[in-house]
């Protein structure tokens, strides 16, 4: 079982809806948080972080850490044909630290 | 500020094989990180290097090394290349420091196929 679970979709959405994408882990040991968007033919780039449990606030994204579940979400709300891209969710235990465990990453479209 | 930089963007090899991928991180930057990234696993962490010394690594056999140089740019070597090993590899830089989260800044990666 990998430690890190993401539905890879593909998921499908009309311009204006609000998006969820998920993830679930096992290593209890996870502490930081974070959701990266990947464009076909780009690397990754970060988009939110959190620490520990609780809600986060950007803009139109909003990320979701429950640690009691062991599940974290990222919700887009008015998603835009811009935000079609790879959703990946990662995740570390140590503080700095760089070595990331991540999702397979959730394709997301959103129909004009 | 350039971005990082990772060549070279495609590559074909055949299996036996050996290659050597290179990154430039941001200025600034001593952190690299390598991860290998298929349809199947996602991403996978190979190892980074901080002041020309590897400091994590993941779970994968000794055909992956790496190495940094003195101004941070880092490589990374695959030997006896099998056909398993076609992925995109993708290398990221940040500061490096302790405490929080160390935003890690993605190049484009380079598309290794193994035939």
């Known amino acids: 079982q990998k430690e890190v679970e993401q539905d890879p979709g593909p998921l499908s959405v009309p311009e204006g809806a609000i998006v969820s994408l998920n993830c679930t882990y096992s290593n209890s040991a996870f502490q930081y948080f974070m959701w990266y968007r990947q464009y076909s033919r780009k690397g990754p780039e970060l988009l939110m972080y959190?620490?520990?449990?609780g809600n986060k606030e950007d803009g139109r994204f909003t990320a979701q850490v429950d640690k009691s579940s062991k599940y974290i979400s990222l919700f887009i709300r008015d998603s835009q044909p811009s935000d079609s891209a790879t959703y990946l969710c990662?995740?570390?235990?140590?503080?700095?630290?760089?070595?990331?465990?991540f999702g397979t990453g959730t394709r997301l479209t959103v129909i004009p | 500020k350039a971005g990082v930089t990772q060549t070279p963007r495609y590559l074909i090899k055949t299996r036996g094989q050996q290659v050597t991928l290179s990154c430039s991180p941001i200025?600034?930057?001593?952190?690299v990180s390598w991860y290998q990234q298929t349809p199947g696993q996602g991403l996978q962490f190979l190892f980074e290097y901080f002041s020309e010394t590897q400091r994590n690594k993941g779970n994968f056999p000794g055909r992956f090394s790496g190495r940094q140089f003195s101004n941070s740019r880092s490589e990374m070597n695959v030997s006896t290349l099998e056909l398993g090993d076609s992925a995109l590899y993708l290398c990221?830089?940040?500061?490096?420091?302790?405490?929080?989260?160390?935003?890690?800044?993605f190049g484009p990666g380079t598309r290794l196929t193994v035939l």
């Open positions: 990662a995740m570390s235990s140590q503080t700095g630290a760089n070595n990331l465990f």
């Open positions: 990221a830089s940040s500061r490096g420091t302790s405490g929080g989260v160390n935003t890690q800044y």
């Open positions: 959190t620490y520990s449990s």
């Open positions: 200025s600034g930057h001593r952190s």
